[in-house]
C-alpha cells in the first residue's frame, strides 16, 4: 500500500512524463514542418517514450492500492528557432526530469518504502541513459555549428543515434 505522500509524489511524476510527451511532441511537430524529418523522427519516437514512462507510473500507482491521477495537458511552445535549440530544450528537460526522479527516491526513502524504491530505480537508470543521449546529440550539434551541409547531414543521422551508442560514445 502506497503512503499518500509516496502516491502523490508518483503522481506528480506522471504529470511530468505527460509533459515530456507533450513538449516533445509539440518540438517534432516543428521539425517535421521545418523538413528536418530525421529530428521529427527522433522527437515523435522520444514522445512515444515518455508516454510509456508515463503508463508505467499509472499502472504501478493502480497495482499498489493508490489511484493514478491523469493530468490536464499544458500546451507547449509551436515556435523553435533551431535544431540547436530543440535539442537544448531536450537536454535541460531531461535534467530537470533526473531531479525530480530523484525526489521521488527520496521520498521513498524518508517514507522506508523500499517496494517503489526498487520500482524507481528503472527510472534513474533510464534518466542517465537520457542524458548521456541528449549530451551526445549537443556535442555533435556543436561540431556543425552553423554550416548547412552539417545540418542535413545531422538530420539525416539522427535516426541511427540510440542511447547505447551515446553511452559507448561517452566510455559508459
Ligand atoms: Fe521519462 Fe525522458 O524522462
Redesign the pocket.
Known amino acids: 500500500m502506497l503512503s499518500k505522500k509516496v502516491e502523490e509524489a508518483l503522481n506528480n511524476q506522471v504529470a511530468v512524463?505527460a509533459e515530456?510527451s507533450q513538449f516533445y511532441l509539440a518540438m517534432a511537430s516543428w521539425a517535421e514542418n521545418q523538413g528536418f524529418n530525421g529530428t521529427a523522427s527522433f522527437m515523435y519516437r522520444?514522445s512515444d517514450?515518455?508516454r510509456q514512462?508515463m503508463l508505467k507510473l499509472v499502472k504501478f500507482i493502480n497495482e499498489r492500492g493508490g489511484k493514478a491521477v491523469v493530468p490536464a495537458l499544458k500546451k507547449p511552445s509551436a515556435n523553435y528557432k533551431s535544431v540547436h535549440q530543440v535539442f537544448e530544450n531536450l537536454l535541460n528537460h531531461?535534467i530537470d526530469?533526473t531531479n525530480q526522479i530523484n525526489e521521488v527516491v527520496h521520498i521513498c526513502l524518508q517514507e522506508k518504502d523500499y517496494t517503489t524504491h526498487n520500482f524507481m530505480q528503472w527510472?534513474v537508470s533510464?534518466?542517465i541513459e537520457?542524458e548521456a543521449l541528449a549530451r551526445n546529440v549537443m556535442d555533435r550539434l556543436k561540431l556543425v555549428g552553423k554550416d548547412n551541409s552539417g545540418l542535413y547531414m545531422f538530420d539525416r543521422d539522427i535516426l541511427s543515434m540510440t542511447a547505447d551508442s551515446a553511452q559507448e560514445t561517452a566510455g559508459a
Do not use: L
Open positions: 512524463e515530456s522520444h517514450e515518455e514512462h531531461e526530469v527510472y533510464e534518466q537520457e
